[in-house]
């Protein structure tokens, strides 16, 4: 069964540095999205991207955040200067037009 | 935007007992899915219920739209059964928006 793919599963960064993260999305999908949990709480959207561009972010979005799809098979969130308050589990989506999103299995940040 | 509210927030359950899970929303919308956090963190899918019934074995879910509501049923619950169940909908823009989750607790 096809899925959403993401790495690493467990990333440990030092505040200030650059992380990205990576999603390899279900191939015949068409949306992406990223979403993040703060541990303990509920799931967050931060931004969907349709047609090699953002179609909605967040407050939580800013900019030192930014996504890529820089082929046609990954799609990628970084985080510029990572803060403490970004530590969190980091989803990413994928879906058909109006249909079922699917999510990875995460990738767990961690700032130091 | 659109408000997910989930209850009870916590539930606690012998193995074998059901439970009903229930989500409310403040509008109207265009997909709603029922999502299973295990205790890792993964996200599994267990319902895409913008309307009706579904089973999928030991559980099912339905959802009235018009009355902004839906509800998850486990029947004959499981240890495996733990962990946190999200519902999430989508109202006219396109993302999720996740209610707070039921954490569950099945003990043998």
């Known amino acids: 069964e096809p899925e959403v793919t993401q790495t690493p599963s467990h990333q440990v960064t030092q505040m200030g540095q650059e992380v990205i993260l990576r999603c390899v999305p279900i191939s015949n999908h068409l949306y992406f999205y990223w979403y993040r949990q703060i541990l303990g709480q509920k799931v967050e959207f931060l931004v969907s991207f349709y047609n090699n561009e953002i179609s909605e972010k967040s407050e939580i979005f800013d900019d030192q955040f930014s996504v890529e799809r820089p082929d046609g098979s990954n799609f990628t969130l970084k985080i510029r200067s990572t803060k403490l308050e970004d530590s969190a589990m980091y989803f990413c989506?994928?879906?058909?037009?109006?249909?079922?999103?699917?999510f990875g299995q995460g990738t767990r940040l961690t700032v130091v | 935007g659109i408000q997910v509210e989930q209850s009870p927030p916590d539930l606690i359950l012998q193995e074998g007992a059901n439970s009903t899970l229930r989500c409310n929303f403040s509008d109207s919308v265009n997909n709603l899915q029922w999502f299973h956090q295990n205790p890792w963190g993964q996200l599994i899918n267990l319902f895409y219920?913008?309307?009706g019934t579904k089973q999928n074995g030991r559980l099912s879910a339905t959802t009235v739209a018009t009355e902004r509501y839906s509800l998850l049923y486990i029947s004959s619950s499981q240890t495996t059964d733990s962990g946190v169940y999200f519902c999430a909908v989508e109202g006219n823009t396109d993302k999720l928006i996740f209610g707070t989750g039921t954490r569950l607790q099945v003990f043998p």
């Open positions: 219920i913008p309307s």
């Open positions: 989506a994928s879906r058909a037009r109006t249909a079922e999103a699917f």
